[in-house]
């Protein structure tokens, strides 16, 4: 699993959140999505080996919210001490 954190400054309201956790919950890869109003910001979890990034910038350019770039970052992993 991976994380990717999308910057959509046009996210204002609850409603904006409903949107566009509507519109990435459904496609292929994604295992969860939070939506920051405060800081205008997408969290998506996804399966990198099921889809890109790109698709996410794409569904949330079809719902008029575009995408300012994302900043990927890998999920951290458990660590386990010795």
Known sequence: MA??????????CERCERAI???L???DGVR???VDIPTKQVTVEYDESSVEVN??????QEEDYP???P???AAE??????
Request: net charge positive; proline share 8%; glycine share 2%.
């Open 55 to 60: 698709r996410f910038k794409e569904v949330l």
């Open 67 to 69: 995408v300012q770039g």
């Open 77 to 82: 992993p458990e660590r386990t001490r010795h």
């Open 3 to 12: 994380n990717v954190i999308l910057n959509v400054p046009d996210i204002s």
């Open 71 to 73: 900043r990927a970052r």
């Open 32 to 34: 969860s999505v939070h």
């Open 25 to 27: 919950t459904p496609v």
């Open 21 to 23: 956790t509507n519109a």
